[in-house]
């Protein structure tokens, strides 16, 4: 279990900071909430694409007894448990799960930006 040696939540750039002894890795509000291990998000095993999620900030941390830690998103979203192992994991293929999550959206037609719908022309 990797367990961060330092948490920062910096509300304005909306990142969540992990540091892993000499690595540092920052994690946007966005990529954590639309990466929630929630059952809203991972649907009993079928996930359920999250879109308009570019805008969404992070409220607070709570720790989750010694395994993990609450994200409260300031879209009401609260209910993920970040375990250490899936916040490492979420750092370290951070890259490869953004494209993946980016080539979801465009096969779904979605966007990042609640303000936008996207129209498939045939």
Request: hydrophobic letters at 35%.
């Amino acid at each position: 279990m990797r367990i961060p040696s330092s948490i920062k939540l910096h509300k304005a750039s909306r990142t969540l900071e992990l540091v892993y002894g000499e690595e540092r890795h920052l994690l946007t509000a966005e990529f954590l909430r639309v990466h929630s291990p929630s059952a809203e998000v991972q649907g009993h095993g079928n996930p359920i694409l999250q879109y308009g999620k570019q805008n969404v900030g992070l409220s607070a941390l709570e720790p989750a007894g010694n395994y993990a830690l609450k994200l409260i998103f300031d879209d009401g979203h609260d209910s993920g448990l970040y375990s250490w192992d899936y916040l490492y994991q979420l750092a370290t293929r951070k890259d490869e799960l953004w494209q993946d999550y980016l080539d979801e959206l465009r096969d779904a037609g979605r966007s990042r930006d609640p303000d936008v719908s996207v129209v498939k022309l045939l």
